[in-house]
């Protein structure tokens, strides 16, 4: 994944509510599941997105063994690797999943069982992606150029024999993404979910043989002039046919539907014509945060440049691997706890909001907001704590690893200090949505991508290159203060004031408790060697078992000063978890 700027999230703009025609909601009457299967179906689907990130966060640290972290071939790589998904969201992500999907749902209750929509989908699909796939491979050089900064000439050469491997992976993303949607409207949840783990053991199975064949990277390789053509290969093409296989992996069940498709060419009764006003907006919304985001990581690429003119310090500057693996590491507690919370409260304000009850509306935001606190202060004190170990795990194996790592880990403070404002402002941002008016977060994105861009365009040519990613990652946390107070002036002015007092006490009260679990943590880390580069920095090893030794002794400090200090918030947020393991259900009294 690539560095998710404000208002470009992993999840995006949320489907308007159930009460729009437009809603691609997967779940919604189809198959018409009961209550027990659609609960399975969620588990099953949750399941597969777990063991997907949990390989995903794998392959990570071992391409770091691979190639390195703050690496010249592990930038150029990253860049090919990332941009075919962009380019996939940019030319039909959005598309797909706010126009045609919802469309799909209404074909899957027709006679055929949307046979005939889903054949001209597949085939329109098929034919629009195949022609972008190999118009944007021919043009592989200029889009590296583009998208890069002040790349030399051999940079650009191995960037861009990278991506003529890499950006078939387009092609695959759309057959992936549609014919996924189309298991979905037929109740066939879990293939979706599951198929991404595939291609996450494809690509952990590439760069385990890519590390036997050639070795693991070493702080004395001269990789510009050492690279061959066979690891551009080995390790570019591997990738792709772990993406190829996600996608053809659905066809078999796609075929086990009985739906009897075949090419079928033709627009008619595709809905092009009939997106409605809220699918417009989002779409326009998604087109600003992954263009927004492409530019922003343009600028990072400019360190990449800079760090072969420094030598052996080169290694302590972070570039766009560095950049992703900060953001992978802190957006996992915001898509684990808030975005899971956030799918729920969302289905009962858009009840609230259609039903015109806007005082239980303020109720549930007011709930929302004091929830995340608890989940999110104890992660954001989590990451401040244990960024050096946790950079660490991704920092390589090589003589200048705990370098890599460091760099990660400063990358990591600065994210860590946005997260409580990154999962505010993503539920207010919800709250519009609720409301059926996609408009205004568009108007919002807008002016934070503006604010953003002008700023970091600005200030890059008064600052050295290889601060620029440190400018890039700290702006993003600033934006996200700036995009919840926004939200925030806007919620209230719309629909009244949530007592922002109670939530505030929360976040207070929650801080307070994870600032004392974090002392308790940063002590056992003190005694690990986590700041003089002791135990937790001499592997990759012994930085998990650090993290693994803190992070318990801080959630055990964190738990008891929530029941100390009797925070309320605490059950709300724990109850989901006490109702399927009864041992928690303690905790929550």
Request: proline letters at 5%; charged letters at 10%; glycine letters at 10%.
């Amino acid at each position: 994944m690539t560095a998710a700027s404000p208002g470009q999230t992993e999840t995006g703009p949320p489907p308007p509510p159930p009460s729009t025609p437009s809603t691609p909601d997967p779940t919604a009457d189809q198959g018409h599941l009961p209550a027990k299967g659609l609960a399975r179906a969620s588990a099953i689907m949750a399941a597969g997105t777990l063991v997907s990130r949990v390989l995903g966060i794998v392959r990570t640290a071992l391409l770091a063994v691979a190639i390195g972290s703050t690496t010249l071939v592990g930038d150029v790589f990253e860049k090919a690797n990332t941009v075919p998904n962009v380019v996939y969201l940019l030319l039909a992500g959005g598309m797909f999943n706010v126009v045609l999907v919802p469309q799909l749902i209404k074909a899957a209750r027709r006679s055929d069982r949307g046979a005939d929509y889903t054949s001209r989908l597949l085939t329109l699909t098929i034919t629009v992606l195949a022609a972008f796939t190999v118009l944007l491979t021919l043009a592989a050089y200029p889009i590296i150029l583009t998208l890069t900064r002040n790349w030399t000439e051999p940079m650009l050469a191995l960037g861009t024999a990278f991506a003529i491997w890499t950006l078939p992976q387009i092609f695959f993303y759309g057959l992936y993404a549609v014919t996924g949607q189309v298991l979905n409207a037929n109740a066939r949840f879990g293939w979706y979910m599951w198929a991404p783990v595939l291609n996450n053991l494809i690509a952990i199975g590439v760069i385990l043989s890519f590390i036997i064949t050639f070795g693991q990277y070493a702080a004395s390789d001269d990789q510009l002039t050492e690279w061959t053509a066979q690891q551009t290969i080995w390790l570019a093409a591997g990738h792709t046919v772990g993406i190829i296989a996600q996608a053809l992996l659905l066809l078999w069940p796609l075929s086990r539907l009985g739906l009897r498709l075949r090419p079928k060419f033709g627009l008619k009764g595709m809905g092009l014509a009939s997106t409605g006003r809220i699918a417009g907006w989002t779409l326009v919304t998604m087109l600003i945060g992954n263009v927004a985001n492409l530019l922003y990581m343009r600028l990072i690429s400019g360190a990449t440049a800079t760090r072969e003119e420094m030598g052996e310090l080169g290694a302590s500057v972070p570039g766009e691997y560095a950049a992703n693996v900060a953001e992978l590491i802190a957006i996992l507690p915001h898509s684990v706890f808030v975005l899971s919370i956030a799918t729920v409260l969302f289905n009962q304000l858009a009840r609230a909001m259609d039903l015109g009850r806007y005082g239980r509306a303020r109720e549930i935001i007011n709930e929302g907001l004091r929830i995340f606190a608890i989940p999110v202060m104890f992660c954001m004190v989590a990451v401040l704590v244990l960024a050096g170990p946790l950079g660490r795990i991704f920092g390589g194996a090589a003589a200048d690893a705990n370098l890599a790592g460091a760099a990660i880990g400063q990358l990591l403070v600065l994210l860590a200090l946005g997260m409580p404002f990154r999962s505010a402002s993503f539920y207010l941002m919800r709250v519009f949505y609720s409301a059926e008016d996609a408009k205004t977060p568009m108007l919002i994105y807008a002016i934070i991508a503006v604010v953003g861009l002008t700023t970091a365009y600005g200030l890059a040519g008064a600052i050295p290159e290889e601060q620029i990613p440190y400018l890039v990652i700290g702006l993003f946390t600033a934006l996200h203060m700036l995009q919840y107070l926004i939200c925030h002036l806007l919620v209230v002015r719309r629909w009244g004031g949530f007592d922002f007092a109670s939530v505030l006490s929360a976040y207070l009260r929650s801080g307070a408790c994870a600032g004392v679990a974090g002392l308790a943590g940063a002590a056992v880390l003190w005694l690990l060697g986590g700041y003089d580069w002791g135990f937790a920095w001499d592997s990759i090893f012994t930085a998990v078992i650090s993290c693994a030794v803190v992070g318990v002794v801080m959630a055990v400090v964190f738990v008891l000063m929530l029941r100390w200090l009797r925070v309320n918030e605490f059950t709300a947020a724990i109850a989901p978890l006490a109702r399927r393991v009864p041992a928690l259900s303690r905790l929550a009294r």
